[in-house]
């Protein structure tokens, strides 16, 4: 493992042949859901494989906690292992993230990737060790993830971090700073606040947020729901990816979420920068969660760049 430049462990990168394994740690999968993935990890050098747990299901979850924790628990337990690839996200892992035995983990840190409900695995476990992991693209959805983003993924996995430039946005707050990145989806983020998987931001940090299917005055409410915690306050930037397939009720509520945002940060005087391409759409880039990145928002242009020597 290596410690990078802030003092947090970024778990051995992956050559050739190197095993991923697929779990599930929230809602339930069937195993034509990950076919695409498997063959696409596998076209990208990696062993690929999954226990036949993955497809258990209880209602709506990928098995009963239980099975969950057992599955998890083994996969990050096992030296063989060098990434673990949530399959999908939904909801459940907060309902299992206390139970779950981190001591081998820490000693072998491996890379975790995923996004949405798996926010919650990537907080914890920097928050609790400051080990890095993914934000990225999760089996389920690698059909309908640009293949650009899953070539960013694999690269990252092998050690190559891309930087990420992206469009002008009229609500962005020009400047430049640098710090860790940190963040996830914004639902899962507000769940987390008061819990020790909620990362302490402070002034060396970028937060970044995203999420889908939420009604717009929820999303408000959890925007005022970090502005009132102090979140916003304590930051040195702001990153904001796609807000989609937001819901309105029958009485419009008569703003849309990226208005609905711009509203309650725009008093803040750091970068803030929108339409980032990461999220629940086709776009979704991966990020380093816990990396020391430069955050650039010009008139023209916002670009994240990794910050990794030092």
Request: hydrophobic residues 40%.
């Amino acid at each position: 493992m290596k410690i990078n430049s802030l003092s947090s462990i970024m778990p051995p990168f992956l050559s050739n042949k190197d095993k991923i394994e697929i779990v599930a740690s929230a809602k339930f999968v069937i195993e034509k859901d990950i076919v695409t993935a498997v063959n696409i990890i596998k076209s990208s050098g990696f062993d690929v494989r999954f226990n036949q747990q993955l497809f258990c299901q209880k209602d709506v979850f990928a098995g009963t906690k239980q099975d969950r924790i057992n599955s998890i628990q083994r996969v990050l337990d096992d030296d063989e292992t060098k990434a673990i690839f949530f399959a999908r996200g939904g909801y459940g892992s907060i309902q299992i993230i206390d139970q779950i035995d981190f001591d081998s983990f820490k000693k072998r840190p491996k890379w975790l990737v995923g996004f949405s409900d798996i926010t919650i695995f990537l907080m914890h476990i920097y928050e609790k060790y400051r080990i890095n992991s993914i934000h990225g693209p999760m089996p389920y959805n690698f059909k309908s993830t640009k293949q650009s983003d899953l070539l960013v993924l694999f690269d990252a996995l092998r050690g190559k971090f891309s930087n990420i430039k992206f469009d002008y946005h009229k609500f962005n707050n020009l400047g430049q700073s640098s710090g860790v990145v940190i963040g996830g989806n914004l639902s899962i983020l507000c769940s987390l606040i008061g819990s020790n998987s909620f990362s302490k931001l402070n002034q060396d940090s970028i937060l970044f947020i995203e999420d889908v299917d939420e009604y717009l005055y929820r999303i408000e409410r959890m925007i005022y729901m970090l502005d009132r915690a102090g979140v916003f306050k304590k930051i040195k930037g702001l990153i904001i990816g796609g807000i989609t397939k937001s819901l309105d009720n029958q009485l419009p509520f008569g703003k849309t979420a990226y208005q609905t945002i711009h509203s309650i940060v725009s008093k803040y005087n750091y970068p803030i920068a929108f339409n980032f391409p990461v999220g629940h759409g086709i776009n979704n880039r991966p990020i380093i969660i816990g990396s020391r990145i430069q955050l650039n928002v010009s008139i023209n242009f916002s670009k994240m760049e990794y910050q990794l020597n030092g």
